[in-house]
């Protein structure tokens, strides 16, 4: 998914940033990941169709875009961690104020849906399809030796092997 442009329709304007970071969470047996505990509502779409967004909410204020990404009944998604801006700038700078426009301002996973204005009603939408207004479009390819590996972030929750695995991915651009 590095490379690729995630893109949002809202009120009618584009809004897109190039996905720079990532990290993958597998299945049950993954215990940082929000199946190890079965299916529940919360959860459901991972258990779905590949390339549905699972939007969910967190400490009470932070929404988060995944992208389902296993044949049905195998629970799995990636956590979009962080994009570069690309389309839309001056409406993302107003949907995400503070330091807008700074560097870093799109480097976590609540900062970018909020400048994307996503949130619950994402939740489910086929990112294949331009018509859920929340897409992925190609982008470019990403050489490989300016791809990182580390382990997730903020799970210290997990045992391990899980707190450890190289399951993060981040793009080094000078771009």
Same mark, same amino acid.
């Given at each position: 998914?590095?490379?690729?442009? #995630? $893109?949002?329709?809202?009120? !009618?304007?584009?809004? @897109?940033?190039?996905i ?6 597998? %299945?049950? /047996? ?6 190890r ?14 390339g ?14 995944? #992208? $389902?990404?296993?044949?049905? !009944?195998?629970?799995? @998604?990636?956590?979009i961690?962080a994009?570069?801006?690309?389309? %839309?700038? /001056? ?85």
């Amino acid at each position: 998914m590095l490379g690729c442009l #995630l $893109v949002r329709r809202w009120q !009618g304007q584009r809004l @897109a940033g190039m996905i720079v970071e990532v990290e993958a969470y597998q %299945g049950v /047996e993954d215990q940082a990941c929000h199946a190890r505990a079965g299916k529940t509502a919360r959860n459901a779409v991972m258990f779905g169709a590949p390339g549905r967004a699972y939007v969910y909410f967190t400490y009470g204020m932070h929404w988060m875009l995944n #992208l $389902v990404c296993e044949t049905e !009944g195998v629970p799995a @998604a990636v956590l979009i961690r962080a994009i570069r801006p690309a389309e %839309g700038l /001056e409406l993302m700078r107003v949907l995400r104020p503070n330091l807008a426009g700074k560097p870093g301002w799109l480097n976590g996973p609540a900062k970018l849906t909020q400048a994307l204005a996503i949130g619950r009603e994402q939740n489910g939408v086929d990112v294949c399809s331009e018509e859920s207004g929340l897409w992925l479009e190609k982008g470019i390819s990403v050489p490989e030796a300016e791809v990182r590996t580390s382990p997730r972030i903020g799970i210290t929750y997990a045992p391990e092997p899980w707190l450890s695995l190289p399951w993060r991915w981040v793009w080094e651009t000078k771009a």
